[in-house]
């Protein structure tokens, strides 16, 4: 997936943005991992705290107590933040609860929101991945980045 992406955004000449919260650099990982990423993949956020969403991404904290961290409008509010404050064309945010602890019958462990970016237009939906934490998170960072080609495509 990655390999098909970091194609896609050489030709188009755009860069990448992640902010990353429950994959914990996961996708930025996985982008690095390609030899010459640095042509296409600008910079990772990972937002672990909600200070840390507010403070490098600029997510309003009213936007969190309100709506809680793991929620539509700060996964929208990260992707945004992330082309904010970088140079990238394209983001990707993620925020959920991978577990094995931290989830409710609102938000069971497994629920993700995620944020795509692309060119200013803002996407964004919500999944609930089964399995344990490290199942979670690889689902996570799949789905994110199959979307985030999608998009770009469709753009």
Known sequence: MCGLLADFLQR??????????????????ACTDLAGSSNWFERGFVTYSNEAKTGMLGVDAALIAQHGAVSEPVARAMAEGALVHSRAQVSVAVTGIAGPTGGSAAKPVGTVWFGWCVQGQVTSEVRRFDGDRATVRAAAVRHALRRLLALALAA
């Not at 000449?13 to 996708?27: D, P």
């Open 12 to 29: 188009k000449h755009w860069l990448m943005a992640s902010a990353e919260s429950c994959t914990g650099g996961l996708i930025a990982g």
